[in-house]
């Protein structure tokens, strides 16, 4: 045994202290009395990397030190479990809402970046059973340009049972008070601020809304929906969007110096197009088909017998039917995926430390991503499988309930200061507040001006400061300089 030793560690002595070296690694050997202290060392120096990095810089400086206590170490460290990657939250629960207005979903999307004409937001009312989108530009966020928005499509298409918005509940009161005046029965739900899960449907639109091209409303309304398995237009107006391309060729390449025509003057071959969309549309929709047309009319909307505007109901019905259908069988599917998953969830008890997504609009690109909070309430609803929790942090107790969904589990971590919080003190703080004082988070107030920046109305000449750079967004001015 002791060959063995001499043979695997030596013994070096620095400055009258004796250090075990491995001699096969000339590293350092680290004693179990000094191994925290190490391994926090290599963790600081890797900037709260993950166990990784943190493990490679162990292995270059120290010799003896095992991988699993990295593990351990790792899930303890209060910094890097609050900075951590946050895995996809689970599959949340489904909305059943069947029947075109049954409810809508209404989101602001920011559009300061291609700001048009004094337009910098994009209101986008969505309806959850067709999947049919409005969008709206709007000059500012106001709740009277979004009610007069909302209100416009209440008065063409009716009001619908259900609005629903996560906009902050100070703004969904002025639209209340724009809109319950006329639609006394209207219920509107206002859902979490900055948590996009609560309305998903149109917040997954939105990105699709930023991304696309051309036409977008159209565009949307014109793709088949996963969830229905057909078009929103379909759903709606019971028939597909006209784009009858060859009939416009034909017209083009016969009046190409003429941009209006006249129907009298339409010569026989565009007549025969006419007709024979007409004898299409007809024997699509009824089985019971006539040589008497009505006379052909340049707009796809031709003049339809008695007969045909039965078939056309019909038709209108089935689309709803299976579209419906297929609505319920995928809510079923959700809904199995949610149980599943909640089934998965652990269960937290009172005083567990645990963590909530901070949103990036409420935060710095350098502070933490995720809140560290303490649980003082458990609230169980409808069953024992889905409870609520009320949670608490060094700030102050949220005001909302959250469910396990959106907890992260920091159970392993120290938390010192939460562990041995008295929450009695505590008052009560909204989520949002509670977010930006954690981070430290101060919303800049930039010029936008776009002359001199010599009257009050600048924030910046008011506080007889000079612009910074993030100000007037690339237009000229003669007080900008960098702070």
Excluded at 6 to 31: A, G, R
Aim: proline share 3%; hydrophobic share 35%; glycine share 4%.
């Amino acid at each position: 045994m002791a060959h063995l030793v001499t043979k695997t560690f030596k013994i070096i002595e620095i400055k009258s202290i004796e250090l075990v070296y491995d001699i096969k690694k000339n590293l350092p050997l680290i004693t179990f009395k000094n191994l925290y202290e190490k391994i926090k060392e290599c963790h600081v120096a890797v900037g709260h990397s993950d166990r990784d990095k943190t493990w490679s810089e162990v292995k270059r400086r120290y010799a003896g030190i095992p991988q699993q206590a990295i593990d351990i170490y790792i899930r303890m460290c209060d910094a890097y479990q609050t900075r951590r990657s946050i895995l996809k939250p689970a599959c949340g629960k489904p909305i059943l809402s069947v029947g075109f207005l049954t409810r809508l979903q209404v989101d602001l999307i920011d559009m300061h970046s291609v700001e048009h004409n004094g337009f910098k937001f994009i209101i986008h009312v969505k309806n959850h059973f067709t999947k049919f989108s409005w969008l709206f530009a709007l000059p500012s966020k106001e709740a009277n340009n979004v009610a007069t928005h909302l209100r416009n499509i209440f008065y063409t298409f009716g009001p619908p049972k259900i609005l629903q918005s996560d906009n902050g509940k100070e703004c969904v009161a002025k639209i209340i008070l724009e809109l319950k005046s006329t639609w006394s029965n209207l219920i509107i739900i206002n859902g979490r601020p900055s948590h996009p899960q609560s309305q998903g449907l149109v917040e997954r639109a939105n990105t699709v809304v930023q991304k696309m091209l051309g036409p977008v409303m159209l565009a949307i309304n014109n793709c088949v929906s996963q969830s229905t398995q057909n078009a929103p237009y379909e759903m709606v107006f019971g028939q597909s969007v006209h784009t009858n391309d060859e009939f416009w060729l034909e017209v083009h390449k016969q009046y190409s110096n003429s941009l209006i025509i006249n129907e009298g003057e339409l010569p026989e071959s565009i007549c025969q197009i006419l007709s024979l969309n007409h004898g299409e549309l007809t024997t699509k929709d009824s089985s019971n088909t006539t040589d008497d047309f009505p006379i052909p009319l340049l707009s796809s909307d031709t003049c339809l017998t008695n007969t045909t505007d039965n078939t056309t109901q019909s038709s209108h019905k089935r689309i709803r039917d299976e579209a419906e259908k297929c609505y319920i069988l995928t809510a079923e599917r959700q809904y199995k995926n949610y149980q599943v998953s909640v089934k998965k969830q652990k269960k937290f008890q009172i005083n567990d430390i645990v963590g909530l997504k901070i949103s990036e609009v409420d935060r710095t690109n350098t502070s933490a991503s995720i809140l560290p909070c303490k649980i003082v309430d458990v609230l169980t609803k409808e069953d024992s499988l889905y409870l609520q929790y009320k949670l608490a942090t060094l700030d102050g107790i949220i005001n909302d309930w959250f469910s396990s969904v959106d907890i992260i589990d920091l159970s392993e971590t120290l938390s010192a200061e939460l562990r041995q919080l008295d929450t009695k003190k505590l008052s009560n703080v909204t989520f949002i507040q509670v977010c930006q004082i954690f981070s430290n988070f101060k919303s800049t107030d930039t010029c936008k001006c776009t002359g001199s920046c010599d009257i009050n109305r600048c924030p910046y000449t008011k506080r007889s400061i000079l612009c910074c750079s993030k100000c007037h967004r690339g237009k000229c001015s003669d007080r900008k300089n960098i702070n």
